[in-house]
């Protein structure tokens, strides 16, 4: 059963993470600062490493982020460098709240709960 699944793969699906992993990747070549200001940063030696914002400038896409929480800015205007390193940037990972400012609210959940007794 496994492996039909695996055999049958979604081709819009397939098609929007191709999108994802294009932008990370060209992110990642001449990485520039999250807030929307697009001036470039530094490439760290390791991945792991990798500043994502200029000093001080992790507060202008928070306050961004709320902005768009409130209804007072658009979603289209969160930068493009944010949703590429959105996984990736920790205050907004530990904020619930800011991480509902990237969603789509016209798009249906993909993942349902499962409940203990459907596991069953």
Known sequence: MMS???EKKNPVRAAAMAKVWAGRRA???APTCCCGCDQRLEIA????????FRP???????SLLRKVLRGEADRESIPEAARAN?????FIQANPELKRAFAN???KAL???TTPEAAQ
């Open 4 to 6: 039909e699944q695996s």
């Open 27 to 29: 992110w990642s070549l």
């Open 45 to 52: 030696k390791t991945p792991e490493r990798q500043k994502y």
């Open 56 to 62: 001080g400038h992790d507060a202008a896409l928070k």
């Open 86 to 90: 959105l996984a990736r940037i920790k």
């Open 105 to 107: 609210p016209g798009q």
């Open 111 to 113: 993942r349902q709960r």
